[in-house]
């Protein structure tokens, strides 16, 4: 069983910065593929970014290519996503993801979630 909590959301102008975190319990954490999706009001959730286990290897969703940054900290059983630039379309609840298959992380079928954590950004 794996639990994961979010913070760091808060209100931010557009333009601003904002670094989420994600605690994770469990002994797999350091084999486990973490991810960041979002749902903003009325749509879907959509994925946001991606990391595998060693950290090594990431991917992003083409709305924030080059403004977002996804790290891990294996020691500390923590994943960040680092916001910069922020818009006000990236108003959403962001939700931590965790899923023992890298290949599924983009979608986390099966996997686990976190209970979401809110940013809103002003214009």
């Known amino acids: 069983q794996v639990q994961l909590v979010e913070s760091g959301g808060g209100l931010v102008q557009a333009g601003g910065s904002l670094r989420l975190s994600c605690a994770a319990s469990?002994?797999?954490?350091?084999?486990?593929?973490m991810g960041w999706f979002r749902q903003a009001p009325g749509k879907e959730r959509e994925f946001v970014a991606a990391?595998?286990?060693?950290?090594?290897?990431?991917t992003y969703g083409d709305s924030v290519k080059g403004r977002l940054t996804i790290s891990r900290d294996n020691a500390k059983n923590t994943v960040y996503l680092q916001m910069n630039n922020l818009k006000p379309e990236d108003t959403a609840v962001y939700y931590c993801?965790?899923?023992?298959?890298?290949?599924?992380?983009?979608?986390?079928?099966?996997?686990?979630w976190g209970q979401g954590t809110q940013i809103t950004v002003s214009s």
């Open positions: 469990g002994r797999t954490f350091s084999t486990a593929a």
């Open positions: 993801a965790a899923n023992t298959r890298w290949s599924i992380i983009t979608t986390n079928d099966g996997g686990y």
């Open positions: 990391i595998s286990g060693s950290g090594k290897i990431t």
